[in-house]
C-alpha cells in the first residue's frame, strides 16, 4: 500500500529544492547547472527528484513563479490598502522589487553581474514574460488610482504599467552591460537610475522629482563623494 503524502513536507522539500537551485543559478547560470550538479547539492537521488519536479525546465518554471508570486502578493497587498494614494503604493512597489542594493551610496553590482549573464537569458526572459502577464494588471490599478487622485495624467494606466515594467527591467539590463564592460571600475548606476526615474515620470505625467526618491537620493549621495 503506498504511503500518504504528507503536503506540509512535500512542499518543504520542494522549497529547499528550489533554494538549492537558486543559488546554483545565480552561482554558474541556468544553462551551466546540471540536474546533477543540484542532486548533488541536495544529496538527493534522481527517483527521489522525480517526486518533486518532472524535468531541469520545470523548475525553472518552479523559480520563475516563486518569484513572480512574491512580488504579485506585495502588489496586491498595495492594490487592496485604502490608506495610501496612488503615489505612495508606486512609490512603495518600487521599494520592494528593487533588486540592486546600496551601501553608503554606492550600488553593490555582484548580484547583477551574475543575474544578467548570458547563461541567465532564459530565466530571465520567463520571468519577464510571466511578470508582466500577472503583475501589469495590477500595477495598472495602482496607476489607475494616481490618475484620479490626480497625481498622473497617463491616459491608458494599462500599457502605462506595462511600459514602466519594461523600463525597470532595461536598467538592470544596462547596469550589467556596464558593469561586464568595464569588470573593475565603477559604473554611473545612479545616474542610469536617475534617467529611468525621469522616463518613468514622463510616462505616468508625474510631477518631477515625485517618483522613485531612492534614485535622487543615490544621485544626490554620488555627486557629493
Request: hydrophobic share 45%.
Amino acid at each position: 500500500m503506498t504511503r500518504p503524502i504528507d503536503p506540509r513536507l512535500h512542499d518543504a522539500k520542494r522549497a529547499a529544492i528550489l533554494d538549492a537551485a537558486e543559488r546554483l543559478v545565480t552561482r554558474k547560470g541556468y544553462d551551466a547547472m546540471s540536474l546533477q550538479d543540484l542532486l548533488d547539492a541536495l544529496g538527493m537521488s534522481k527517483g527521489a527528484f522525480y517526486h518533486y519536479f518532472e524535468s531541469k525546465p520545470d523548475v525553472l518554471l518552479a523559480l520563475v513563479e516563486r518569484r513572480t508570486a512574491a512580488v504579485e502578493a506585495d502588489l496586491r497587498a498595495l492594490v487592496e490598502d485604502r490608506g495610501l494614494s496612488g503615489r505612495d503604493k508606486l512609490e512603495r512597489h518600487f521599494a520592494a522589487v528593487d533588486d540592486w542594493k546600496h551601501d553608503e551610496g554606492r550600488i553593490v553590482v555582484d548580484v547583477a553581474r551574475s543575474w544578467y549573464a548570458d547563461e541567465n537569458a532564459l530565466l530571465r526572459h520567463r520571468l519577464l514574460v510571466h511578470g508582466l502577464g500577472r503583475v501589469t494588471p495590477l500595477l495598472a490599478q495602482i496607476i489607475r488610482q494616481g490618475v484620479d487622485e490626480g497625481a498622473f495624467t497617463a491616459p491608458d494606466p494599462e500599457q502605462t504599467a506595462r511600459m514602466l515594467l519594461c523600463l525597470r527591467h532595461d536598467l538592470g539590463r544596462a547596469i550589467a552591460e556596464a558593469v561586464v564592460a568595464d569588470p573593475h571600475g565603477e559604473p554611473d548606476i545612479a545616474r542610469m537610475a536617475e534617467a529611468t526615474a525621469d522616463a518613468i515620470e514622463r510616462l505616468l505625467g508625474a510631477a518631477p522629482g515625485s517618483i522613485w526618491p531612492a534614485a535622487r537620493a543615490l544621485r544626490r549621495r554620488s555627486a557629493a563623494t
